[in-house]
Structure formats: structure tokens, C-alpha cells
């Protein structure tokens, strides 16, 4: 089964916010339990 994406998607955040952040670390996780290789991601701060 597709894991789903926890918590919650900011559709309205402004760049560079902590709600941009957000969200991009809930991708992240995401992909993660997706079992996407820890080479093949990156981190918030990385943008």
C-alpha cells in the first residue's frame, strides 16, 4: 500500500516561510517511507 502524506499541506505558502518548509519536510518523510534511497533526497534548508 501508498503511504499517506501526514500532517497538513499549506497550499498558500509564501516562499521561504515556515509553511513552505513545512511542507517540503512532509514530502520528504514521504518519500522516505516511500523507501526512496537517503541519497536521492534532501533537505529543506538544501533550497
Do not use: T, Y
Not at 499517506?4 to 499549506?10: E, T
Not at 509553511?19 to 536521492?40: A, K
Amino acid at each position: 500500500p501508498v503511504p499517506v502524506i501526514k500532517g497538513r499541506c499549506w497550499e498558500n505558502a509564501a516562499r521561504r516561510s515556515f509553511f513552505s518548509r513545512d511542507n517540503m519536510e512532509n514530502f520528504i518523510q514521504f518519500c522516505r517511507r516511500l523507501g526512496v534511497h537517503e541519497n536521492l533526497l534532501f533537505e529543506s534548508d538544501d533550497l
